[in-house]
Every structure is written in C-alpha cells, then in structure tokens.
C-alpha cells in the first residue's frame, strides 16, 4: 500500500511548555492511528516564527521528536 498522511508540524523545544506537551501528544496519537490503519506518516516539521529557522533550530527540534 503506497498510501500516507502528510502533516505540516509546527514544533520548537522552547515552546511554552504545554503547547510542546499537547504537539507530542498530537503527533503520539497521529502516529499511533496511522500504525493501526497501516498508513505512512510524513511529518513537515515547521519552525514557529518566534523562533529563528535556521538548520540549528531544525536539528535539535529534530532530535526531541
């Protein structure tokens, strides 16, 4: 099955912490659902505008998730 769901993902480590804790818990659903419906999970990680977008930024956003 060639079938997936894309999601444009807005996500930094110094968001406030409860948006960060309700993004992950988000992303945990999402990506539980699509295991069970066996479906491909493409994640667009987004840098909010509050912060710098830079590969820096990127990568440790990265690592967190």
Do not use: Y
């Not at 994640?43 to 990568?59: Q, T, V």
């Amino acid at each position: 099955q060639n079938s997936f769901v894309k999601v444009l993902w807005k996500f930094h480590t110094e968001m406030e912490s409860e948006l960060k804790r309700k993004q992950l818990q988000s992303l945990h659903e999402l990506t539980t659902a699509c295991t069970k419906l066996n479906l491909r999970l493409m994640l667009e990680m987004i840098i909010p505008d509050e912060f710098p977008a830079n590969g820096k930024n990127l990568s440790i956003s990265m690592e967190t998730v």
